[in-house]
């Protein structure tokens, strides 16, 4: 069984700062292709960014350029830095797998809030 935990989020005025991290329980972290996730209030979850198990990336693009995605596989840790953050990136922020098929539980997120 695989648990997700999400932290990192919190409140910052536009134009700041984060870094998120992921821990994965169980085994298995490094043959998987994962993602970071978003969610606002009243609007679906949307994919944010990916790595795979090559460290290949992709981004949102309201995000590119701004937002880096990585990970350790020796710490089983996903990471998400964000930088000149916007009061639309405001959302609770999660991490899975990339592919829906592979999905596990979700977390509970953690919550970044952009605000001045």
């Known amino acids: ?4 935990v999400e932290s990192g989020g919190g409140l910052v005025q536009p134009g700041g700062s984060l870094r998120l991290s992921c821990v994965a329980s169980g085994s298995g972290f490094s043959v998987y292709e994962m ?6 209030p009243g609007k679906q979850r949307e994919l944010v960014a990916g790595v795979t198990t090559k460290y290949m990336t992709n981004y949102l693009n309201s995000v590119r350029g701004r937002f880096t995605i990585s990970r350790d ?9 964000m930088n000149s953050l916007k009061p639309e990136d405001t959302a609770v922020y999660y991490c899975n797998r990339l592919h829906p098929i592979n999905w596990v539980s979700w977390g509970t997120g953690t919550q970044v809030t952009v605000s001045s």
């Open 1 to 4: 069984q695989v648990h997700l």
């Open 35 to 40: 993602a970071w996730y978003r969610q606002a």
């Open 73 to 81: 596989d020796a710490k089983n840790t996903l990471y998400l830095q």
